[in-house]
């Protein structure tokens, strides 16, 4: 059974710092990329970061370059998104995926999702 997990989230200020982190089961990172996605009230769901174990370069979408930093630890099966400098506008639910494109230019085809953990940013 596919499960995805993740955990990390809670209230920060402005400026601070949250590590998330995706706990992955019942595949492997050769049979998926994992994505981060996020979705704030009242808009629409998007792609933030992505990881690959067939590409060395992780996607970001523009909001998060700069300041958020995607990783893997193959042998947990985990795979995080340390994001610094957070804004106001990056309070959201934060959802990761198993996903079947995972490039430079974007993250797409999301198979399996977890619950999302929600992540809030005060002024």
């Known amino acids: 059974e596919v499960q995805l997990v993740e955990s990390g989230g809670g209230l920060v200020q402005a400026g601070g710092s949250l590590r998330l982190s995706c706990a992955a089961s019942?595949?492997?990172?050769?049979?998926?990329?994992i994505g981060w996605f996020r979705q704030a009230p009242g808009k629409e769901r998007e792609g933030v970061s992505c990881i690959s174990s067939k590409d060395e370069n992780p996607y970001y979408a523009d909001s998060a370059k700069g300041r958020f930093a995607i990783s893997s630890d193959n042998a947990k099966n985990t795979v995080y998104l340390q994001m610094n400098s957070l804004k106001p506008e990056d309070t959201a639910v934060y959802y990761c995926?198993?996903?079947?494109?995972?490039?430079?230019?974007?993250?797409?085809?999301?198979?399996?999702w977890g619950k999302g953990t929600l992540v809030t940013v005060s002024s």
């Open positions: 019942g595949f492997t990172f050769d049979d998926y990329a």
């Open positions: 995926a198993a996903v079947v494109t995972c490039w430079n230019g974007g993250v797409y085809g999301a198979d399996y």
